[in-house]
Protein backbone atom coordinates (compact mmCIF):
# COMPACT_ATOMS: atom_id res chain seq x y z
CA UNK A 1 0.00 0.00 0.00
CA UNK A 2 2.65 2.76 1.30
CA UNK A 3 5.75 2.76 1.30
CA UNK A 4 7.69 3.50 4.82
CA UNK A 5 10.96 4.81 5.38
CA UNK A 6 12.82 3.59 8.74
CA UNK A 7 15.81 5.31 9.47
CA UNK A 8 17.24 3.14 12.81
CA UNK A 9 20.67 2.36 13.81
CA UNK A 10 19.49 -0.42 16.04
CA UNK A 11 19.14 -3.39 13.18
CA UNK A 12 16.41 -5.31 15.12
CA UNK A 13 14.75 -2.37 16.26
CA UNK A 14 14.33 -1.84 12.10
CA UNK A 15 13.42 -5.82 11.49
CA UNK A 16 10.91 -5.86 13.98
CA UNK A 17 9.42 -3.01 12.53
CA UNK A 18 9.88 -4.32 9.08
CA UNK A 19 7.74 -7.48 9.90
CA UNK A 20 5.08 -4.83 11.82
CA UNK A 21 4.50 -2.93 8.44
CA UNK A 22 5.07 -5.36 5.70
CA UNK A 23 2.21 -7.80 8.04
CA UNK A 24 -0.10 -4.11 7.40
CA UNK A 25 0.76 -4.01 3.24
CA UNK A 26 3.57 -1.73 3.29
CA UNK A 27 6.97 -1.64 1.80
CA UNK A 28 9.37 -1.08 4.65
CA UNK A 29 12.55 0.32 3.16
CA UNK A 30 14.89 0.62 6.02
CA UNK A 31 18.19 3.32 6.02
CA UNK A 32 20.74 2.35 8.93
CA UNK A 33 22.21 5.96 9.41
CA UNK A 34 21.24 9.16 8.73
CA UNK A 35 24.06 9.60 5.77
CA UNK A 36 22.23 6.63 4.18
CA UNK A 37 18.37 7.59 5.47
CA UNK A 38 18.46 10.88 2.66
CA UNK A 39 19.99 8.75 -0.54
CA UNK A 40 17.47 6.08 0.79
CA UNK A 41 14.79 8.24 0.71
CA UNK A 42 15.38 10.02 -2.52
CA UNK A 43 15.81 6.23 -4.64
CA UNK A 44 12.26 5.43 -2.69
CA UNK A 45 10.29 8.04 -2.60
CA UNK A 46 8.71 7.38 1.23
CA UNK A 47 5.09 8.15 1.88
CA UNK A 48 6.07 8.41 5.51
CA UNK A 49 9.61 8.26 7.48
CA UNK A 50 10.17 6.51 10.97
CA UNK A 51 13.06 8.34 12.24
CA UNK A 52 15.00 7.12 15.35
CA UNK A 53 16.88 10.22 17.05
CA UNK A 54 19.76 9.01 18.63
CA UNK A 55 22.18 7.48 15.84
CA UNK A 56 25.85 7.67 15.41
CA UNK A 57 27.02 10.23 12.75
CA UNK A 58 23.69 12.44 12.59
CA UNK A 59 20.90 11.92 14.54
CA UNK A 60 16.77 12.04 13.78
CA UNK A 61 16.59 15.85 13.39
CA UNK A 62 19.32 15.76 10.79
CA UNK A 63 17.45 13.97 8.87
CA UNK A 64 14.13 15.42 9.14
CA UNK A 65 15.72 18.68 8.41
CA UNK A 66 17.15 17.21 5.24
CA UNK A 67 13.46 15.56 4.10
CA UNK A 68 12.19 18.81 4.50
CA UNK A 69 14.21 20.56 2.66
CA UNK A 70 14.34 18.28 -0.34
CA UNK A 71 11.59 19.72 -2.57
CA UNK A 72 10.92 15.56 -3.41
CA UNK A 73 10.59 14.92 -0.12
CA UNK A 74 8.93 17.72 2.02
CA UNK A 75 5.47 17.50 3.71
CA UNK A 76 5.77 13.22 4.14
CA UNK A 77 4.69 12.60 7.87
CA UNK A 78 7.49 12.03 10.24
CA UNK A 79 7.25 9.58 13.00
CA UNK A 80 10.16 9.94 16.08
CA UNK A 81 10.88 6.72 18.13
CA UNK A 82 13.67 7.19 21.00
CA UNK A 83 14.90 5.53 23.92
CA UNK A 84 16.41 9.17 24.83
CA UNK A 85 14.38 10.72 28.01
CA UNK A 86 16.13 14.01 27.51
CA UNK A 87 13.97 17.18 28.62
CA UNK A 88 12.74 18.76 25.86
CA UNK A 89 13.53 16.21 22.97
CA UNK A 90 9.69 15.92 22.49
CA UNK A 91 9.51 19.99 21.80
CA UNK A 92 12.70 19.52 19.95
CA UNK A 93 10.92 16.52 17.87
CA UNK A 94 7.75 18.91 17.75
CA UNK A 95 10.23 21.88 15.97
CA UNK A 96 11.99 19.69 13.37
CA UNK A 97 8.18 18.62 12.19
CA UNK A 98 7.21 15.36 13.82
CA UNK A 99 3.72 13.87 13.51
CA UNK A 100 4.31 11.93 16.01
CA UNK A 101 6.49 11.26 19.00
CA UNK A 102 6.80 7.52 20.72
CA UNK A 103 9.26 6.85 23.28
CA UNK A 104 10.58 3.09 23.00
CA UNK A 105 9.69 0.77 24.07
CA UNK A 106 6.33 1.96 22.31
CA UNK A 107 3.11 0.42 22.24
CA UNK A 108 3.41 -1.23 18.75
CA UNK A 109 -0.35 -1.31 18.74
CA UNK A 110 -0.85 2.96 18.89
CA UNK A 111 1.97 3.28 16.94
CA UNK A 112 0.75 1.51 13.77
CA UNK A 113 -2.50 3.08 14.58
CA UNK A 114 -1.10 6.59 14.00
CA UNK A 115 0.75 5.56 10.81
CA UNK A 116 -2.52 4.43 9.37
CA UNK A 117 -4.20 7.82 10.40
CA UNK A 118 -1.07 9.84 8.90
CA UNK A 119 -1.63 8.16 5.59
CA UNK A 120 -5.06 8.52 5.53
CA UNK A 121 -6.12 5.05 6.03
CA UNK A 122 -9.35 4.15 8.15
CA UNK A 123 -8.48 2.25 10.82
CA UNK A 124 -8.39 -1.70 11.23
CA UNK A 125 -12.35 -3.04 12.52
CA UNK A 126 -11.66 -3.99 16.28
CA UNK A 127 -11.50 -7.52 16.40
CA UNK A 128 -14.78 -9.75 16.87
CA UNK A 129 -13.66 -13.03 18.52
CA UNK B 1 52.70 36.90 66.96
CA UNK B 2 56.09 38.51 66.92
CA UNK B 3 56.33 37.76 63.35
CA UNK B 4 52.82 39.21 62.46
CA UNK B 5 52.94 42.48 60.48
CA UNK B 6 50.59 45.09 59.74
CA UNK B 7 50.59 47.91 57.13
CA UNK B 8 48.83 50.82 58.43
CA UNK B 9 48.21 54.29 56.71
CA UNK B 10 47.36 57.38 58.56
CA UNK B 11 45.23 60.20 57.00
CA UNK B 12 45.30 62.98 59.12
CA UNK B 13 46.07 66.63 58.07
CA UNK B 14 47.03 67.48 61.27
CA UNK B 15 51.25 67.14 61.47
CA UNK B 16 51.47 66.82 65.33
CA UNK B 17 48.72 64.27 65.41
CA UNK B 18 50.32 62.36 62.88
CA UNK B 19 53.77 62.55 64.67
CA UNK B 20 52.08 61.12 67.56
CA UNK B 21 50.44 58.63 65.95
CA UNK B 22 54.04 57.61 64.78
CA UNK B 23 55.29 57.74 67.80
CA UNK B 24 52.98 55.71 70.12
CA UNK B 25 53.33 53.11 67.10
CA UNK B 26 57.19 52.62 67.14
CA UNK B 27 56.40 51.99 71.07
CA UNK B 28 54.65 48.57 69.42
CA UNK B 29 57.50 46.52 69.93
CA UNK B 30 55.64 43.06 70.38
CA UNK B 31 54.10 43.40 66.42
CA UNK B 32 55.79 44.25 63.52
CA UNK B 33 54.04 47.88 62.41
CA UNK B 34 55.22 49.54 59.13
CA UNK B 35 53.40 53.01 59.19
CA UNK B 36 52.38 55.32 55.92
CA UNK B 37 50.91 58.62 56.20
CA UNK B 38 48.95 61.50 53.99
CA UNK B 39 48.14 64.68 54.71
CA UNK B 40 44.64 64.95 53.03
CA UNK B 41 41.91 63.38 51.61
CA UNK B 42 42.96 63.15 48.10
CA UNK B 43 46.37 61.98 48.92
CA UNK B 44 44.91 59.12 50.86
CA UNK B 45 43.13 57.73 48.74
CA UNK B 46 45.53 57.91 45.76
CA UNK B 47 47.78 56.05 48.46
CA UNK B 48 44.98 53.41 49.36
CA UNK B 49 44.65 52.59 45.31
CA UNK B 50 48.41 51.12 45.20
CA UNK B 51 47.02 48.76 47.59
CA UNK B 52 48.67 46.69 50.93
CA UNK B 53 47.17 48.61 53.54
CA UNK B 54 45.98 46.57 56.42
CA UNK B 55 44.37 49.25 58.47
CA UNK B 56 43.65 52.67 58.08
CA UNK B 57 43.49 55.38 60.71
CA UNK B 58 41.48 57.63 59.67
CA UNK B 59 40.95 61.82 60.70
CA UNK B 60 36.87 62.75 61.18
CA UNK B 61 38.24 66.14 60.82
CA UNK B 62 39.85 66.26 57.50
CA UNK B 63 40.26 69.98 56.41
CA UNK B 64 36.86 70.81 53.70
CA UNK B 65 36.67 66.88 53.79
CA UNK B 66 34.83 64.78 56.39
CA UNK B 67 36.46 61.28 56.98
CA UNK B 68 32.69 59.52 56.47
CA UNK B 69 33.21 60.66 52.88
CA UNK B 70 36.86 59.22 52.70
CA UNK B 71 35.15 56.19 54.81
CA UNK B 72 32.18 55.65 51.89
CA UNK B 73 34.71 55.88 49.59
CA UNK B 74 36.86 53.37 50.86
CA UNK B 75 34.09 51.42 50.72
CA UNK B 76 33.27 51.96 47.48
CA UNK B 77 36.54 51.18 46.40
CA UNK B 78 36.01 47.50 47.87
CA UNK B 79 39.48 47.73 49.47
CA UNK B 80 40.07 45.02 51.91
CA UNK B 81 41.41 47.01 54.55
CA UNK B 82 39.88 48.15 57.96
CA UNK B 83 39.38 51.27 58.81
CA UNK B 84 39.56 53.22 62.24
CA UNK B 85 37.88 56.35 62.64
CA UNK B 86 39.88 58.79 65.07
CA UNK B 87 37.61 61.48 66.31
CA UNK B 88 38.32 64.37 68.47
CA UNK B 89 36.59 65.15 72.05
CA UNK B 90 35.05 62.08 72.66
CA UNK B 91 32.35 62.68 70.01
CA UNK B 92 30.13 59.59 70.15
CA UNK B 93 27.61 60.49 67.73
CA UNK B 94 30.18 60.58 64.53
CA UNK B 95 31.83 57.17 66.67
CA UNK B 96 28.43 55.60 66.13
CA UNK B 97 27.97 57.02 62.18
CA UNK B 98 31.68 56.31 61.17
CA UNK B 99 30.94 52.29 63.17
CA UNK B 100 27.46 52.34 60.47
CA UNK B 101 29.39 53.29 57.59
CA UNK B 102 31.88 50.26 57.71
CA UNK B 103 34.02 51.58 59.80
CA UNK B 104 36.02 48.63 61.89
CA UNK B 105 36.25 50.53 65.23
CA UNK B 106 36.90 54.52 66.46
CA UNK B 107 39.69 56.04 68.43
CA UNK B 108 39.33 59.29 70.43
CA UNK B 109 42.77 61.57 69.76
CA UNK B 110 42.28 62.53 73.58
CA UNK B 111 43.15 59.10 74.64
CA UNK B 112 46.00 57.95 72.56
CA UNK B 113 48.45 55.82 74.01
CA UNK B 114 50.23 53.09 72.88
CA UNK B 115 48.03 50.80 75.04
CA UNK B 116 44.94 51.93 73.00
CA UNK B 117 46.63 52.04 69.63
CA UNK B 118 47.82 48.45 70.20
CA UNK B 119 44.15 47.35 71.26
CA UNK B 120 42.08 49.04 68.12
CA UNK B 121 45.00 47.26 65.95
CA UNK B 122 44.63 44.38 67.26
CA UNK B 123 40.98 44.13 67.14
CA UNK B 124 41.26 45.18 63.52
CA UNK B 125 43.82 42.62 62.22
CA UNK B 126 41.39 39.79 64.20
CA UNK B 127 38.55 40.99 62.43
CA UNK B 128 40.37 40.44 59.38
CA UNK B 129 41.61 37.22 59.96
CA UNK B 130 38.06 36.23 60.74
CA UNK B 131 36.95 37.95 57.79
CA UNK B 132 39.32 35.80 55.62
CA UNK B 133 38.56 32.80 57.29
CA UNK B 134 34.98 33.38 56.04
CA UNK B 135 35.89 34.37 52.14
CA UNK B 136 38.03 30.92 52.49
CA UNK B 137 35.10 29.02 53.66
CA UNK B 138 32.76 30.89 51.35
CA UNK B 139 35.04 30.21 48.42
CA UNK B 140 35.54 26.32 49.45
CA UNK B 141 32.02 26.13 49.81
CA UNK B 142 32.00 27.51 46.26
CA UNK B 143 34.09 24.41 44.83
CA UNK B 144 32.30 21.84 46.71
CA UNK B 145 29.27 22.87 44.88
CA UNK B 146 30.62 23.39 41.51
CA UNK B 147 31.95 19.95 41.92
CA UNK B 148 28.72 18.49 43.57
CA UNK B 149 26.71 19.98 40.30
CA UNK B 150 29.44 18.42 37.91
CA UNK B 151 28.91 15.00 38.94
CA UNK B 152 25.17 15.24 39.45
CA UNK B 153 25.68 16.24 35.70
CA UNK B 154 27.94 13.40 35.17
CA UNK B 155 25.39 11.12 37.04
CA UNK B 156 22.25 11.98 35.15
CA UNK B 157 23.99 11.88 31.99
CA UNK B 158 25.49 8.58 33.48
CA UNK B 159 21.57 6.82 33.95
CA UNK B 160 20.93 8.45 30.44
CA UNK B 161 22.93 6.43 28.51
CA UNK B 162 22.34 3.26 30.60
CA UNK B 163 18.43 3.51 29.99
CA UNK B 164 18.84 4.22 26.50
CA UNK B 165 21.15 1.10 26.50
CA UNK B 166 18.70 -1.06 28.12
CA UNK B 167 15.59 0.20 26.48
CA UNK B 168 16.97 -0.44 22.74
CA UNK B 169 17.35 -4.07 23.57
CA UNK B 170 14.46 -4.12 25.33
CA UNK B 171 12.55 -2.79 22.45
CA UNK B 172 13.52 -5.41 20.38
CA UNK B 173 12.78 -8.08 22.89
CA UNK B 174 9.05 -6.82 22.95
CA UNK B 175 8.62 -6.36 19.49
CA UNK B 176 9.76 -9.79 18.15
CA UNK B 177 8.16 -11.65 21.28
CA UNK B 178 5.01 -9.17 20.00
CA UNK B 179 5.41 -10.49 16.07
CA UNK B 180 5.45 -13.98 17.18
CA UNK B 181 2.91 -13.95 19.18
CA UNK B 182 0.76 -12.44 16.83
CA UNK B 183 0.98 -15.17 13.99
CA UNK B 184 3.21 -13.16 11.98
CA UNK B 185 6.41 -15.54 11.85
CA UNK B 186 3.93 -18.83 11.74
CA UNK B 187 1.03 -20.26 13.49
CA UNK B 188 1.98 -20.51 17.38
CA UNK B 189 0.61 -23.44 19.69
CA UNK B 190 -1.66 -22.14 22.76
CA UNK B 191 1.25 -23.26 25.47
CA UNK B 192 4.00 -21.44 23.24
CA UNK B 193 1.63 -18.22 23.57
CA UNK B 194 1.20 -18.72 27.00
CA UNK B 195 4.74 -18.72 27.37
CA UNK B 196 5.86 -15.82 25.36
CA UNK B 197 3.04 -13.78 27.00
CA UNK B 198 4.69 -14.51 30.06
CA UNK B 199 7.73 -13.61 28.94
CA UNK B 200 6.22 -10.41 27.20
CA UNK B 201 4.70 -9.20 30.46
CA UNK B 202 8.08 -9.49 32.47
CA UNK B 203 9.84 -7.17 29.38
CA UNK B 204 7.36 -4.51 30.11
CA UNK B 205 7.28 -4.95 33.87
CA UNK B 206 11.55 -4.58 33.04
CA UNK B 207 10.35 -1.24 30.75
CA UNK B 208 8.70 0.50 33.77
CA UNK B 209 11.63 -0.17 36.13
CA UNK B 210 13.92 1.62 33.91
CA UNK B 211 11.27 4.23 33.75
CA UNK B 212 10.84 4.80 37.21
CA UNK B 213 15.07 4.66 37.68
CA UNK B 214 15.16 7.92 35.35
CA UNK B 215 12.58 8.98 37.02
CA UNK B 216 14.13 9.26 40.11
CA UNK B 217 17.92 9.93 39.13
CA UNK B 218 16.27 12.89 37.49
CA UNK B 219 14.54 14.41 40.65
CA UNK B 220 17.70 13.12 42.62
CA UNK B 221 19.55 15.66 40.79
CA UNK B 222 16.70 18.32 40.48
CA UNK B 223 15.93 18.04 36.76
CA UNK B 224 12.42 16.55 36.87
CA UNK B 225 10.16 19.32 35.32
CA UNK B 226 6.72 19.54 34.79
CA UNK B 227 4.59 20.65 31.43
CA UNK B 228 1.66 21.98 32.90
CA UNK B 229 -1.59 22.57 30.81
CA UNK B 230 -5.56 23.05 31.63
CA UNK B 231 -6.56 19.54 32.16
CA UNK B 232 -10.38 17.89 33.38
CA UNK B 233 -9.12 15.96 35.94
CA UNK B 234 -12.43 13.81 36.07
CA UNK B 235 -11.62 12.65 32.22
CA UNK B 236 -7.90 12.02 33.31
CA UNK B 237 -8.78 9.56 36.31
CA UNK B 238 -11.47 7.68 34.38
CA UNK B 239 -9.02 7.37 31.53
CA UNK B 240 -6.59 5.89 33.80
CA UNK B 241 -9.00 3.85 35.33
CA UNK B 242 -10.03 1.92 32.36
CA UNK B 243 -7.00 1.49 30.82
CA UNK B 244 -6.31 -0.44 34.49
CA UNK B 245 -9.38 -2.35 34.16
CA UNK B 246 -7.97 -5.46 32.33
CA UNK B 247 -5.56 -5.64 34.84
CA UNK B 248 -7.99 -5.39 37.82
CA UNK B 249 -9.97 -7.76 36.00
CA UNK B 250 -6.92 -9.99 35.12
CA UNK B 251 -7.10 -9.82 39.41
CA UNK B 252 -9.99 -10.56 40.06
CA UNK B 253 -10.87 -7.71 41.54
CA UNK B 254 -13.58 -4.61 40.82
CA UNK B 255 -12.07 -1.34 39.84
CA UNK B 256 -14.55 1.46 40.26
CA UNK B 257 -14.29 5.26 39.43
CA UNK B 258 -16.22 8.00 41.70
CA UNK B 259 -16.19 11.60 40.37
CA UNK B 260 -17.81 14.59 41.69
CA UNK B 261 -19.75 16.76 39.30
CA UNK B 262 -18.96 20.06 37.71
CA UNK B 263 -15.10 19.57 39.30
CA UNK B 264 -13.02 22.68 38.23
CA UNK B 265 -10.38 22.03 35.49
CA UNK B 266 -6.64 21.39 37.03
CA UNK B 267 -3.40 22.69 36.04
CA UNK B 268 -1.36 19.64 35.83
CA UNK B 269 1.04 17.78 33.99
CA UNK B 270 -1.35 15.13 32.82
CA UNK B 271 1.23 12.62 32.14
CA UNK B 272 3.11 13.04 35.41
CA UNK B 273 -0.12 13.12 37.49
CA UNK B 274 -1.19 9.32 35.38
CA UNK B 275 1.65 8.22 36.22
CA UNK B 276 1.27 8.82 39.79
CA UNK B 277 -2.91 7.51 39.14
CA UNK B 278 -1.01 4.11 37.87
CA UNK B 279 0.84 4.00 40.57
CA UNK B 280 -1.40 3.82 43.20
CA UNK B 281 -4.15 1.56 41.44
CA UNK B 282 -1.43 -0.49 40.80
CA UNK B 283 -0.17 -0.45 44.52
CA UNK B 284 -3.75 -0.99 45.34
CA UNK B 285 -4.24 -3.93 42.71
CA UNK B 286 -1.18 -5.61 44.63
CA UNK B 287 -2.31 -5.29 47.89
CA UNK B 288 -5.74 -6.30 47.87
CA UNK B 289 -7.06 -10.51 47.20
CA UNK B 290 -9.02 -11.04 44.40
CA UNK B 291 -12.98 -11.07 45.10
CA UNK B 292 -12.74 -7.08 46.77
CA UNK B 293 -12.67 -3.63 45.18
CA UNK B 294 -10.45 -0.91 44.50
CA UNK B 295 -11.90 2.86 43.90
CA UNK B 296 -10.40 5.76 42.64
CA UNK B 297 -12.43 8.76 42.81
CA UNK B 298 -11.52 13.08 42.52
CA UNK B 299 -13.71 15.74 44.73
CA UNK B 300 -12.97 19.09 45.65
CA UNK B 301 -10.94 19.17 48.86
CA UNK B 302 -13.41 20.63 51.85
CA UNK B 303 -10.36 22.64 53.33
CA UNK B 304 -9.66 24.73 50.57
CA UNK B 305 -11.51 25.42 46.60
CA UNK B 306 -7.69 25.92 45.39
CA UNK B 307 -7.15 21.80 45.21
CA UNK B 308 -8.88 18.75 44.66
CA UNK B 309 -8.59 15.47 45.91
CA UNK B 310 -7.90 12.33 44.28
CA UNK B 311 -7.86 9.15 46.47
CA UNK B 312 -7.23 5.57 45.92
CA UNK B 313 -9.06 3.50 48.05
CA UNK B 314 -8.63 -0.35 48.36
CA UNK B 315 -9.91 -3.09 50.79
CA UNK B 316 -6.85 -4.50 51.06
CA UNK B 317 -4.67 -5.66 54.08
CA UNK B 318 -3.87 -2.46 55.29
CA UNK B 319 -0.53 -0.61 56.27
CA UNK B 320 0.90 -1.23 59.97
CA UNK B 321 0.68 2.78 61.54
CA UNK B 322 4.55 2.55 62.02
CA UNK B 323 5.21 2.27 58.14
CA UNK B 324 2.84 4.34 57.55
CA UNK B 325 5.15 7.59 57.02
CA UNK B 326 8.33 5.31 55.73
CA UNK B 327 6.26 4.47 52.73
CA UNK B 328 7.02 7.12 51.02
CA UNK B 329 10.40 7.02 51.23
CA UNK B 330 12.68 6.21 48.18
CA UNK B 331 14.15 2.41 48.30
CA UNK B 332 11.70 2.00 51.61
CA UNK B 333 10.65 -1.20 49.84
CA UNK B 334 14.04 -2.72 49.12
CA UNK B 335 15.29 -2.03 52.78
CA UNK B 336 12.43 -3.49 54.30
CA UNK B 337 12.19 -7.83 53.24
CA UNK B 338 8.53 -8.17 54.32
CA UNK B 339 7.62 -6.39 51.16
CA UNK B 340 10.87 -7.24 49.19
CA UNK B 341 8.85 -10.30 47.48
CA UNK B 342 5.98 -8.10 46.34
CA UNK B 343 8.50 -7.01 43.66
CA UNK B 344 9.89 -3.92 42.21
CA UNK B 345 12.48 -1.34 43.96
CA UNK B 346 9.79 0.50 45.52
CA UNK B 347 10.54 4.30 43.74
CA UNK B 348 6.84 4.27 42.78
CA UNK B 349 5.25 5.92 46.16
CA UNK B 350 8.32 8.08 46.42
CA UNK B 351 8.39 9.02 43.02
CA UNK B 352 4.60 10.00 43.33
CA UNK B 353 5.25 12.10 46.39
CA UNK B 354 8.07 13.35 44.45
CA UNK B 355 5.71 14.58 41.70
CA UNK B 356 2.97 15.56 43.57
CA UNK B 357 4.93 17.85 46.05
CA UNK B 358 6.63 19.46 42.45
CA UNK B 359 2.76 20.57 41.69
CA UNK B 360 2.68 21.85 44.90
CA UNK B 361 0.21 19.35 46.36
CA UNK B 362 0.25 16.96 49.21
CA UNK B 363 0.26 13.29 49.45
CA UNK B 364 -0.67 11.34 52.21
CA UNK B 365 -2.02 7.54 53.23
CA UNK B 366 -4.90 6.35 56.14
CA UNK B 367 -5.05 2.61 56.48
CA UNK B 368 -6.40 0.34 58.84
CA UNK B 369 -5.33 -3.57 59.20
CA UNK B 370 -7.78 -5.89 57.30
CA UNK B 371 -9.99 -3.11 56.06
CA UNK B 372 -7.62 -1.35 53.60
CA UNK B 373 -5.45 1.39 52.84
CA UNK B 374 -6.64 5.16 50.59
CA UNK B 375 -3.98 7.15 49.37
CA UNK B 376 -5.32 10.74 48.69
CA UNK B 377 -3.28 13.55 46.94
CA UNK B 378 -4.08 17.09 45.83
CA UNK B 379 -4.20 18.76 42.77
CA UNK B 380 -4.12 22.44 42.09
CA UNK B 381 -7.45 24.08 40.63
CA UNK B 382 -6.34 25.72 37.29
CA UNK B 383 -7.17 29.60 39.53
CA UNK B 384 -7.63 31.21 35.98
CA UNK B 385 -10.51 29.35 34.23
CA UNK B 386 -12.06 28.98 37.30
CA UNK B 387 -11.59 32.58 37.83
CA UNK B 388 -13.87 32.51 34.45
CA UNK B 389 -16.37 30.14 34.70
CA UNK B 390 -16.76 31.84 38.33
CA UNK B 391 -17.84 34.95 35.73
CA UNK B 392 -19.68 32.73 33.39
CA UNK B 393 -21.89 32.06 36.34
CA UNK B 394 -22.62 35.60 37.47
CA UNK B 395 -23.30 36.57 34.04
CA UNK B 396 -25.71 33.51 33.96
CA UNK B 397 -27.33 34.56 37.03
Redesign the interface.
Known amino acids: MSKILIVED?K??AL??S??LR?EGHTPVVAHDAIMAISVALRERPDLAILDI?MPGGNGFQVADRIQSNVHLTGIPMVFIT?????GIRERAEEAGASAFFE???D?VALLDCIRELLGIAPLPTAQD | MAEESISVLVIDDDAGDIALLKRHIKEITDVNISMSSCGSAAEGLATLGGGGFDVVLLDYQLGADSGLTVLRAIKEGRHTCSVIMLTGRGDEAVAVESMHHGAHDYLRKSKLSRDSLRRVLNNAMEKRRLERMIEEHRDHLARTNAELAKRNREIEGFY?SV??EL??????I???L??VL?G??GPIAAEQREYLEIALES??EM?RTIGDL?DATRIETG?L?LARATESIGELVERIAKAMSPTAEQCGLELTCRIEADLPSVLVDAERIAQVLRNLISNAFKFTPAGKSVEVAAATDPDSDEWIVVTVADTGRGIEPELQEQIFERLYQVTHEDYATEGGLGLGLSISKDIVELHGGRISVASELDVGTTFSFTVPVDQASAASVEQERLVLK
Open positions: DKISLVRASASRHQKPYI | HSHKTPLTSKEFGIELAASGLKS
